[in-house]
């Protein structure tokens, strides 16, 4: 069955950087993009951006322009984003889900940014 | 602030009809999507390109769109219902795409 399996609970001091991996499987990889959504405790649910597993072309969200990369391995079907320059504010579930209509989703990676 | 805006918390008697909007001027040109969210689970997507439901969604859920507003319609709300929704379009550049801010239903 399609799934998409991401990478443990991390913990991060604030300044420093976290990875994310999301591993696809039960479907051709590069056929479909790879969404990056994230929701902080008790709020909502923000689009951080997207990637074409494909041709590698991005489009996110202009507040994380700068300190936000997405990534591919078409090798391992895997997709990563890493998120630089951490606060607090980044203290959040981070989601990837499959291409712009998100009809398939992870399991969610929280990521705990304290001091 | 977002740019598709839902009204925060709607409720439903059980068996009833309920309709779940989501405003915003990019919908004048661009289809939404709705994702239903129930505690501690990730999202699921109960609703794409305006009226289309993926495999597995049960047909009581609906999309439909008029001017700036897309709307969810639950009919005949079972208490599996009980959940967050959130749609999902473009933001009013079309540049980037965003969420609204969510609709918690009750179904009483």
Known sequence: ?115 | SSELTQDPAVSVALGHTVRITCQGDSLRNYYASWYQQKPGQAPLLVIYAENNRPSGIPDRFSGSSSGNTASLTITGAQADDEADYYCHSRDSSGNHRIFGGGTKLTVL
């Open chain 1, 1 to 115: 069955q399609v799934q998409l399996v991401q990478s443990g609970a991390e913990v991060k001091k604030p300044g420093s950087s976290v990875k994310v991996s999301c591993k696809a499987s039960g479907y051709t990889f590069t056929s479909r993009g790879i969404t990056w959504v994230r929701q902080a405790p008790g709020q909502g649910l923000e689009w951080m951006g997207w990637i074409s597993t494909n041709k590698g072309n991005t489009d996110s969200a202009q507040k994380f322009q700068g300190r936000f990369t997405m990534t591919t391995d078409t090798s391992t079907s895997t997709a990563y984003m890493e998120l630089r320059s951490l606060t607090s504010d980044d203290t959040a579930i981070y989601f990837c889900a499959r291409d712009i209509d998100m009809d398939v989703w992870g399991q969610g990676t929280t990521v705990t940014v304290s001091s």
